[in-house]
C-alpha cells in the first residue's frame, strides 16, 4: 500500500519531533553537567525507583522505632561520640542521609 503525501508528511513531522525531543535530552544533560560536573544524570524510571528505595529505606529504620515494643537504635557520629535513641525525630535528624529525598522527608 503506497502513502499518500498527508501520510508521508505527518510521519516525517514525528520522526523530527522525535528527533528534536532526543536532541534536547542530550542538551540538557550536558547543561546540567555543565553546571556541576558531579552532577549523576537519571531517566525518570530510575530516579523514581531510587526515592521509592530511600523512602522505604526511611520507613523501615522507623517501623522498628516505634510502639511499646520499639527498639533503641546506636547512633555513632564521626568523632566516636555515641548516642542511644527511641524518639525518631531525634534519629532522622542525627542521620547523615545521602538521597536527596529521603533528606527532605527526614526533615519535614
Known amino acids: 500500500a503506497d502513502l499518500d503525501s498527508n501520510q508521508v508528511s505527518l510521519f516525517q513531522r514525528w520522526v523530527s519531533i522525535s528527533w528534536v525531543t532526543e536532541v534536547l535530552k542530550k542538551v540538557h544533560a550536558m547543561a546540567a553537567k555543565l553546571l556541576n560536573p558531579g552532577a549523576e544524570i537519571s531517566r525518570r524510571g530510575m530516579a523514581l525507583h ?53 533528606s527532605l522527608i527526614a526533615r519535614a
Open 50 to 102: 531510587t526515592t521509592i528505595s530511600a523512602a522505604k529505606g526511611l520507613q523501615d529504620v522507623l517501623r522498628s522505632n516505634l510502639g511499646p515494643k520499639g527498639t533503641m537504635k546506636m547512633l555513632v557520629s564521626g568523632a566516636g561520640d555515641i548516642k542511644l535513641t527511641k524518639d525518631g525525630n531525634v534519629l532522622l535528624h542525627e542521620m547523615q542521609i545521602k538521597n536527596p529525598t529521603a
